[in-house]
């Protein structure tokens, strides 16, 4: 039997982020499935989730998403229909490396399609779902502290991890960290503008740009970009620009290019 944790509601941050709902949750299997939920039965766009702990967290691809107590900002937000478009994962991301940045001071980049990287190392991910009548992003950012060692074990291929206290001593509470990533999301979704500009968000964010890169998908080309729908531009080793839609990509090292 599933154990079932207490929740409370956070009606002071709910009025200081315009949110109509904010939950905090003490334990929760992953606050993606609590965000779905709540969206199925009706709650506003806009509804946010956050959990101290996950004990079920997921990340992309079906991996394990390390949610230990208190370490960083597990939250999902409730989303709308009219908010759902190709590019909707990359502005999810682009919207938290903005606050990231000027909330702790540090300049986060990002790995296609939305990996968030301090010096070149994973602080944060975004997992966007949905389905029959619901849609909702699920963000995981390592705030205090980072599984590193532990996630190298799984994939020695993986980016490792760090935390954003890593880096800088500007460290506000999770619960505040996730109003404004909830807030920036939402305003970016509103203003036509802030969906215009994300492939020029993303140019300034990232890291793969014009390296040699191996993709699921396509194998290997340079990246190059984003087009308007927030695809990978792969160019191919005869010059034709090919886009990657999903799967994994990773920049290949030097020491593979010898191999
Ligand atoms: C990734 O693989 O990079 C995406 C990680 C997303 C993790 C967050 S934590 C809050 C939400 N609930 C989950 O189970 N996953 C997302």
Same mark, same amino acid.
């Given at each position: 039997?599933?154990?079932?944790?207490?929740?409370?509601?956070?009606?002071?941050?709910?009025?200081?982020?315009?949110?109509?709902?904010?939950?905090?949750?003490?334990?929760?299997?992953?606050?993606?499935?609590?965000?779905?939920?709540?969206?199925?039965?009706?709650?506003?766009?806009?509804?946010?989730?956050?959990?101290?702990?996950?004990?079920?967290?997921?990340?992309?691809?079906?991996?394990?998403?390390?949610?230990?107590?208190? @370490?960083?900002?597990?939250?999902?937000?409730?989303?709308?229909?009219?908010?759902?478009?190709?590019?909707?994962?990359?502005?999810?991301?682009?919207?938290?490396?903005?606050? !990231?940045?000027?909330?702790?001071?540090?300049?986060?980049?990002?790995?296609?399609?939305?990996?968030?990287?301090?010096?070149?190392?994973?602080?944060?991910?975004?997992?966007?779902?949905?389905?029959?009548?619901?849609?909702?992003?699920?963000?995981?950012?390592?705030?205090?502290?980072?599984?590193?060692?532990?996630?190298?074990?799984?994939?020695?291929?993986?980016?490792?991890?760090?935390?954003?206290?890593?880096?800088?001593?500007?460290?506000?509470?999770?619960?505040?960290?996730?109003?404004?990533?909830?807030?920036?999301?939402?305003? %970016?979704?509103?203003? %036509?503008?802030?969906? @215009?500009?994300?492939?020029?968000?993303?140019?300034? %964010?990232?890291?793969?740009? @014009?390296?040699?890169?191996?993709? @699921?998908?396509?194998?290997?080309?340079?990246? %190059?970009? !984003?087009?308007?729908?927030?695809?990978?531009?792969?160019?191919?080793?005869?010059?034709?620009?090919?886009?990657?839609?999903?799967?994994?990509?990773?920049?290949?090292?030097?020491?593979?290019?010898?191999?």
């Amino acid at each position: 039997m599933k154990a079932i944790y207490p929740y409370s509601l956070d009606t002071v941050r709910e009025r200081e982020y315009g949110l109509p709902r904010f939950e905090v949750w003490q334990a929760i299997s992953s606050t993606n499935d609590r965000a779905r939920e709540l969206a199925v039965e009706g709650s506003p766009r806009g509804s946010l989730v956050l959990g101290w702990e996950q004990t079920e967290g997921r990340g992309r691809h079906g991996s394990l998403w390390f949610s230990a107590a208190g @370490d960083g900002v597990w939250m999902s937000l409730v989303l709308g229909a009219n908010d759902v478009t190709t590019h909707l994962p990359i502005l999810v991301g682009i919207s938290c490396a903005e606050v !990231i940045e000027e909330m702790a001071g540090v300049i986060v980049s990002i790995k296609w399609p939305n990996d968030l990287i301090i010096n070149g190392r994973k602080v944060g991910g975004v997992l966007v779902e949905m389905g029959d009548g619901w849609v909702v992003a699920g963000i995981g950012i390592n705030v205090r502290r980072s599984p590193s060692e532990s996630l190298q074990a799984f994939d020695d291929r993986a980016l490792p991890a760090t935390s954003i206290a890593e880096h800088s001593d500007r460290i506000s509470e999770n619960p505040d960290f996730a109003g404004h990533f909830a807030q920036r999301i939402l305003e %970016r979704l509103d203003a %036509r503008k802030g969906r @215009d500009g994300v492939v020029d968000s993303f140019s300034t %964010r990232d890291i793969l740009r @014009d390296r040699q890169v191996h993709t @699921d998908e396509l194998g290997i080309g340079i990246a %190059r970009g !984003i087009d308007e729908c927030g695809m990978l531009l792969l160019e191919l080793e005869d010059g034709a620009i090919v886009k990657v839609r999903s799967g994994s990509v990773r920049a290949i090292t030097s020491s593979e290019e010898e191999e």
